[in-house]
């Protein structure tokens, strides 16, 4: 009886194992991003310029011709359309040069470092393995913020991204400054707390109350396809938004790649979310809520 009962278990578990098997493989993480890792860690430490620049490189890399390292391997990310970006390219590509890795990687890699480096940043898959790729994507497939909300929710559809899916991605604006998207407001942020990744920006977005707003977030927040995520986001459902924005950065993050010949990177970054665990220990009535938010939002 116990036996079987085990033997079953067992069953299960190596059917389970080899349903994975589309999985990237955990045991091999390449050494060299073992070396990576303190110098980028030292780079976005504080949740300032550089890990915001480090986190949205992979939404100009991956959107239009997948994730290949393109935006830093041709003139890209010179384009008016990925203006703000100079500076981080440039780190990105001498990282990538130093320790010889591929360019589309390290974007990735960097991206999941600098978001685990943010307080309360949740923590994302980091795979390596990507095929760099030196042909620019074709000009203007990156969704802009003056375009139509129905244009931007398409081309994301054109990825396998629903408008869920782009809500929840959009939670990367909660750590970002615009500079160039109204030049004479350079340096204000899209929400009030730019080194705290929390959800206070989908409400003050709603709310009006953001220092600066992004015409395409303004509209994410009430188109009908979008705003009712929007509002559960605002309403501060942290749950659902990790689970939500982690499935949808994992499947953008590798873009136009064969996950099953990827390796898997994750298991070296250090959580950056040690909050979120004293949260999960603490419970999730509203006061324990309270009292977490309070101690990282001072
Ligand atoms: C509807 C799609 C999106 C539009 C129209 C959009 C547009 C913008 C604009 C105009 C800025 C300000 C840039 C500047 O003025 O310097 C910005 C900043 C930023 N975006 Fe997006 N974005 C979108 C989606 C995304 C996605 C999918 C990500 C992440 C993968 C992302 C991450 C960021 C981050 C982190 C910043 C802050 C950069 C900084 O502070 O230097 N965005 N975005
Ligand atoms: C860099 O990596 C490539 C491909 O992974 C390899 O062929 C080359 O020998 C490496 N160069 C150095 C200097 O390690
Ligand atoms: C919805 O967003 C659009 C786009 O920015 C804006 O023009 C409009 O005033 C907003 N409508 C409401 C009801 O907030």
């Known amino acids: ?15 389970t194992t080899s349903a994975l098997s589309l999985l990237p493989r955990t045991d091999s993480c390449p050494k060299v991003w073992s070396t990576v890792l303190p110098e980028l860690q030292i780079a976005f430490a504080g ?42 390219c440039g780190k990105l590509l001498s990282w990538t040069q130093k320790y010889n890795t591929s360019a589309a990687d390290m974007i990735e890699f960097a991206a999941a470092v600098a978001i685990s480096s943010c307080p309360l940043g949740p923590r994302v898959r980091a795979l390596v393995g990507r095929k760099d790729s ?39 604006h909660s750590v970002a400054v615009q500079v160039n998207d109204d030049p004479a407001q350079a340096g204000k942020s899209l929400d009030s707390t730019p080194s705290i990744y929390d959800l206070k920006f989908y409400q003050e977005t709603l709310d009006g109350t953001a220092p600066y707003t992004l015409q395409s977030d303004r509209g994410l927040a009430n ?24 499935d949808a950065w994992n499947r953008f993050a590798v873009i136009g790649n064969d996950v099953g010949s990827l390796q898997d990177c994750s298991g070296i970054i250090p959580s950056g979310a040690s909050e979120r665990r004293l949260a999960k220990r603490l419970g999730s009535s509203a006061a324990a809520r309270a009292f977490v938010r309070r101690l990282y939002d001072s």
């Open 1 to 15: 009886m116990y036996t079987s009962a085990l033997a079953s278990s067992l069953l299960i578990l190596v059917s």
């Open 47 to 88: 949740c300032g310029r550089d890990a915001h620049g480090a986190i949205r490189a992979p939404f100009h890399d991956c959107i239009n011709n997948g994730c290949d390292g393109s935006l830093i391997l041709t003139d890209e990310c010179s384009r008016a359309e990925s203006a703000g970006l100079s500076d981080i």
């Open 134 to 172: 030196r042909e620019a994507a074709p000009l203007n497939s990156i969704p802009g913020s003056r375009d139509s909300i129905s244009s931007i929710l398409d081309k994301f559809k054109a990825k396998g991204f629903s408008g869920d899916d782009v809500v929840a991605l959009m939670g990367t």
């Open 223 to 246: 188109n009908t396809e979008t705003q009712k995520k929007w509002k559960e986001f605002a309403d501060g459902d942290t749950s659902a938004w990790i689970t939500a924005f982690t």
